[in-house]
Antibody, heavy 119, light 107 residues
Framework: QVQLQESGPGLVKPSETLSLSCTVS??????????WGWIRQPPGKGLEWIGS???????RYSPSFQSRITISVDTSKKQLSLMLISATPADTAVYYC???????????WGPGTLVTVSS | EIVMTQSPATLSVSPGEGVSLSCRAS??????LAWYQQRPGLTPRLLIH???TRATGVPARFTGSGSGTEFTLTISSLQSEDFAIYYC?????????FGGGTRVEIK
C-alpha cells in the first residue's frame, strides 16, 4: 500500500513563496516507473493539474503555472516538493500530491493540505 | 492543451436509478481517460482508467466507455455512497487536464 502525506505552512502571505512537501511511504518512488505530481482544488471548485516529475527528475508543468512553479523529487528521502512563487489569494486551495503510473490516472493520493494565501 | 468538457454540470437522481455522465476531449486522446469520484470532504479516488478499466475495488456498477473524443461513465444503480462529484482526466498528453466535474445529487 502506498501512502502519501503533504506537509507545509497552512498560511502564506501574498507575494511570498508557497512551499509544500509530500512524503511517500513506499519504495515505489525509487523502484517503480512513476511520475509524482501535484493537483490543487480551490474552495468549492474543481481539480487543477499543476505538474508532475518523473522519478529521474524530469518535470512536466501546466502552462497555467509554468512561470511560477518548481517541482522536484528527492528519491533518497522519498519526497516530492512544490514551490510556487509570488503567491496570490487565487492560489488558496487544497493541494494534493499523487502517484501517476503513466496514462492511467493518479492511483494514489495524499489526503491534501489546505493552503490559504492571505495577509 | 487538451480541453476536457463534462456534462451536465449537475444530475439529480433517485437512489436505485441509473445515470450516465459525459466527458468530451477537444482532440483525440485514444482511450487514455481516467474517471475519479470525490465524495464531500474527501480525496478524489480513481474509479476508471484506460477509459473502461475499473480500478482495484471499484464496484461493477461503474462502467466506463468511449474512445477518441467521447467518453461516458455509467452508474447502473445509484447507492447512497455514489452521490458525489465525478471528474474525468485525459492522460494522453502533457499537460494533463481535468474536466470541470459533474455533481450527482440526490433527487
Amino acid at each position: 500500500q502506498v501512502q502519501l502525506q503533504e506537509s507545509g505552512p497552512g498560511l502564506v502571505k501574498p507575494s511570498e513563496t508557497l512551499s509544500l512537501s509530500c512524503t511517500v511511504s513506499a519504495d515505489s518512488m525509487t523502484s517503480g516507473d512513476y511520475h509524482w505530481g501535484w493537483i490543487r482544488q480551490p474552495p468549492g471548485k474543481g481539480l487543477e493539474w499543476i505538474g508532475s516529475v518523473y522519478h529521474n527528475g524530469a518535470p512536466r508543468y501546466s502552462p497555467s503555472f509554468q512561470s511560477r512553479i518548481t517541482i522536484s523529487v528527492d528519491t533518497s528521502k522519498k519526497q516530492l516538493s512544490l514551490m510556487l512563487i509570488s503567491a496570490t489569494p487565487a492560489d488558496t486551495a487544497v493541494y494534493y500530491c499523487g502517484r501517476y503510473p503513466g496514462y492511467t490516472g493518479y492511483d494514489y493520493w495524499g489526503p491534501g493540505t489546505l493552503v490559504t494565501v492571505s495577509s | 492543451e487538451i480541453v476536457m468538457t463534462q456534462s451536465p454540470a449537475t444530475l439529480s437522481v433517485s437512489p436505485g436509478e441509473g445515470v450516465s455522465l459525459s466527458c468530451r476531449a477537444s482532440q483525440n486522446i485514444n482511450s487514455r481517460l481516467a474517471w475519479y469520484q470525490q465524495r464531500p470532504g474527501l480525496t478524489p479516488r480513481l474509479l476508471i482508467h484506460g477509459a473502461s478499466t475499473r480500478a482495484t475495488g471499484v464496484p461493477a456498477r461503474f462502467t466506463g466507455s468511449g474512445s477518441g473524443t467521447e467518453f461516458t461513465l455509467t452508474i447502473s444503480s445509484l447507492q447512497s455512497e455514489d452521490f458525489a462529484i465525478y471528474y474525468c482526466q485525459q492522460c494522453n498528453a502533457w499537460p494533463l487536464t481535468f474536466g470541470g466535474g459533474t455533481r450527482v445529487e440526490i433527487k
